[in-house]
């Protein structure tokens, strides 16, 4: 049931017949916690009568309750119709999307997760957000290999068999695009926080961490500082990643949410890099070499790099820093009315757990600290929650996260005083969302 | 009752069981798990060149071989110097002979006049070796790895004498990389900030954790024009048809 929202919001919009006068729709105003007040607030007359059913009560009660609807009175579909289960049909708005004009070819291209419409911090894994350098492939995993090579005592290869029966563990872990929310750092630019923030997602992965592997092949601790992790597609992608975290937290998963990754998201093996930007997370992993300096890496000599205002670039720069952004009520919503709201976002640091997110609804002036949804987990998404009663009057909403080494999120004039304006990535500032008198949020700078 | 309590007692001696087994033995047998690799398997996928030229194979290319390689395999994309915009970014544009004497690019600079519309790959890249790289493991785009070793070497010459970094008449070998290395345009622009490559680091941004009264102007610095509000399409499409919000329609007039 999809409302002309003209229709449901008492207070917000003037009835579409723009024939209400100003001091029906100022009584309408006044009245407007009353059916009656709804109804002249929707338009005068008869049309309103028809209408009211969508706001409350009519007569002896609503029509959704005193009629029984057909899938209360008849039988209902068989089990195993969908042997692979899908999103009711209402909910075909909630979808993985482009940014038109974003990108001339799609295989080198991105899709943002729709995050103004998901709960908790698993991403659903049909919407886990997409990129890709040069193209997906869906890999027949019995003939892929992954190989070990460089500093270590055996060289090895290792096929899906055999690395799937490794001791195996499942964590969950976030993971950001090093230039989500790039468009913001000049100026306000896109629509939504899809947009906006949607290279973003959080999944349960399961793997055999990289360090098992490494110690198998008998790595050299000594000499070894950085490994080179490899795709097997066409771009086959490589970046850098410091020896630290291949010993530490690395991941060589196969698995995302329960069932084998996605192919869009690297089936059958992909490096999971909990805290570093996405891009090291290399899909369709075949290769992993150890090695004693750093590889210079197309997207890591002239992508994904900081632009810094004397004009250097900070390379090898891939820590997704302490960031959190308000998914409801967000960009490119309307509020139904005023009142109460659950005001609901995500926070999330890759240095650590979230300590604490603050929720300002006058643009950054006073904050309150909003309720942390448990599991709190280090380098994983964290729901943040906090009630809100809207007065009806234009608000900025704004939440700011602290992580656990004490690092507060800081505002975008703070960003660009340190990195300069002609930076792209890691950009992690406070989002602001303008709530206008008619119910509307849009996207705004205030710092 | 009996029977779950004889079925749990059963399970747990059972987990002791697996357990129990000798730890050496599991680490043993684990190792083996996998095989080695030939010498002609890694070098198939050993492909990785690296800034001190670790892995570049012997080979070389002059400027014209590339240049037949270009025309023919990329201009279609890049356009015939290096320079379109159209389907990628523009590699080639915006650096200088005094950018080649300094190895900085002066137009990275804030505020700095660029001749180049945006940056491009020659103002930003330091290491020659990067280019060699990425070009033998990903080009041409619908047929990466289809170049031959001396094709790489050909065409990367290509793009560094449209740079001015060698001259037209220029073979590229393993020999001489060094030397045009040496007078890449931005080989001193990069710096290395290790807070930001290590996770254990502490970031370079700082802010303050005020709760009230906060030092802000609350001004709307930006926001969206109207006119940009569908550019990403419909929002009332794009979001839950219950809840405490809808989409906004954006294909109506902005309401006031």
Redesign the interface.
Known sequence: ??KD?SE?IGRV?PAPENHLSADMLEKARKARRSFMGKALAMGAGVAAAAKAQAAGPVGEGEDAILTLPEHTKGLGLPVAMNPYGQPSQ??K??IR?E???LT??PQ?SVSFT?L??LFGIITPSGLHFERH??GWWDIDPSKHRL???GLVK??????MD?LM???SVSRIHFIECGANSATEWG??????V??SHGMLSCSEFTGVLLSTLLE?CGIDKKKAKFI?A?GAD???M?RTI?I??AMDDVLVAWAMNGEMLRPENGYPLRLVV???QGVSWVKYL??I?V?D??????DE??HY???????????????Q??KSVIT??S??????DKGF??VTGLAWS??GAIKRV?VSV??????RTARLEGPILP?ALTRFNIDWVWDGKPA?LQA?A?DS?G?????IN??R??????SVY?QNA?QSW?VAE?G???????? | MKTKLKLSVAAVLLGAAFTGVAHADNKTA??S?????TPA??KA????V???F?GLPKGAGSVSMGENVWEDKCAACHGGFGESN???TPIIGGTTAEDIKNG???A???G?KSTAPQ?T?IM????V??LW??IN??MP?NA??SLTTDEVYGVVAYLLSLAGVVPADHTLSDKNIAEAQARMPNRN?????E????????????????????A?????????PDY??????N????????????????SKP???
């Open positions: 049931m999809s929202l449901v919009v209402w909910e708005n909630l999307r940014s038109p004009g001339r070819v080198a729709p103004q419409g350098h040069q190989m070990i090579n055996r060289q090895r290869v290792f096929t055999d029966r490794l001791p100026n306000v630019a896109v629509s939504s899809q947009y198998m080179l490899e066409g771009s086959s490589t410091p630290e975290n909990p805290g570093i075949r290769r070499e090695g300096e750093r590889y210079a890496a197309k000599a002239v790099i900081d632009h810094m205002p004397d004009g250097t670039h900070r390379q090898y720069s891939g820590v820093e302490c409801t009520p960009a490119g919503q309307l509020l139904l709201y659950n890759g240095r603050d006058d643009g950054g002036r006073n904050w380098k900025i700011r602290v080494t690092y507060v999120q800081p505002k703070q960003l005083a340190v990195r300069g304006t002609k890691h406070i303008k008619n509307e949020v849009s996207n705004v700078q205030v710092f | 684990m190792m798990v996998g095989r080695d690799a398997e890694v996928w050993d492909i990785d690296r800034p001190d670790k159209e389907v990628f900085r690019v002066a990275l600079v804030e700095a940056k790959t930003k890249v330091a290491t070796s990067t790289d990425y493991r990903a785009w990466p790895k622009g990069m710096a290395y900030y807070p930001m490559w290590k996770t254990s680091g502490k970031g370079d941004v700082k802010n303050v954790l005020c709760m009230k009264d906060c802000t102007e609350v001004k709307i610095t930006s926001f969206l940009a509000k569908s550019a990403q399409g929002l009332v499409e794009q979001n839950r048809v219950v809840g405490p919000t809808r989409g906004v329609d954006t902005a309401s006031k």
